[in-house]
């Protein structure tokens, strides 16, 4: 009877004892499949994007976190900053524009005459002429050509200055020549400009010349830059009598005081057209069209 009663005991025990151990072992199964990736439970993973998206709840805002539509800072496409200075200085550019407009003479370039072709690039310019085999090319750039006018500086002090006295804009650029001959393996360069003052070089003289040939030289034909290691001569200490000659074989191959007053009436249009290309451009960085 007795062993009969410890038996049944022993199988009791066993089995209670099974149960538990069966039980511990499915925990770790569980939470792994509750940290598994292909789980459906992912809010620690959520809780976190929204965190660091917005700082959680107590802004009151939740993001749409799969939305790929935002809402601008700008209402311009182009989403730059534009402030009430920028839209002040689009209307100041726009009536100047309506103004440069009105004082414009025509939207076409004045001829030159004597049958020169012009080459014109951007603030760039050059007029070829070819007369007996030779090549004539005069080139200029109308940037920086419009000289101060100190007059019109000292009548704004004085406040002297009135909208009908106001003188007109004129170029007066720099300008390069550069005469070819076929047989020359050289080009004579003349750097020539227009001087403050009409220049005289003696008494008696009918007409003065409105340019002056600042520096004479031989550079390789076709190069744009002024060779230093080509001897230059400078006219400010040259005997008059070279000088005269210097200028009449200039004269003869069609550079004279007739070319330099017209090459000034086109070097002051294309600064003009050039100048309300650029209100233009500005016009339309500034508003961002």
Request: charged share 25%.
């Amino acid at each position: 009877m007795l062993k009969t009663l410890f038996r049944a005991v022993t199988t009791a025990v066993r089995i209670s004892t099974s149960t538990m151990s069966s039980t511990r072992a499915l925990h770790p199964l569980t939470r792994s499949a509750l940290c598994s990736p292909n789980s459906g439970t992912i809010q620690p993973f959520t809780r976190s994007l929204w965190m660091m998206s917005n700082n959680g709840a107590a802004s009151g805002y939740r993001p749409k976190l799969l939305s790929s539509k935002g809402q601008s800072p700008v209402s311009c496409e182009c989403v730059s900053l534009h402030t009430e200075g920028d839209k002040a200085f689009g209307d100041f550019l726009s009536d100047e524009m309506k103004e440069e407009k009105k004082v414009q003479k025509s939207k076409t370039l004045p001829k030159m005459s004597g049958g020169w072709e012009l080459e014109q690039n951007g603030t760039e310019a050059k007029l070829i002429r070819t007369l007996s085999g030779e090549k004539v090319t005069v080139t200029f750039n109308i940037n920086n050509s419009v000289p101060p006018n100190f007059e019109e500086e000292a009548e704004q002090v004085q406040g002297q200055k009135s909208a009908e006295s106001e003188p007109d804009i004129v170029s007066t650029p720099n300008f390069v020549v550069e005469v070819t001959k076929p047989a020359a393996k050289h080009s004579l360069v003349f750097d020539c400009h227009y001087p403050e003052d009409e220049v005289s070089h003696g008494e008696g003289e009918e007409e003065s010349d409105i340019f002056s040939i600042r520096e004479v030289s031989f550079q390789p034909e076709g190069d744009e830059d002024w060779k230093e290691t080509s001897y230059t001569l400078n006219t400010e200490s040259l005997d008059w009598a070279l000088y005269d000659h210097l200028m009449d074989f200039l004269a003869d191959r069609g550079v004279d005081n007739t070319f330099a007053d017209e090459l000034i009436e086109l070097s002051t249009a294309m600064e003009h057209q050039e100048y309300l290309k650029f209100l233009e451009d500005l016009s339309g960085f500034i508003k961002c069209n």
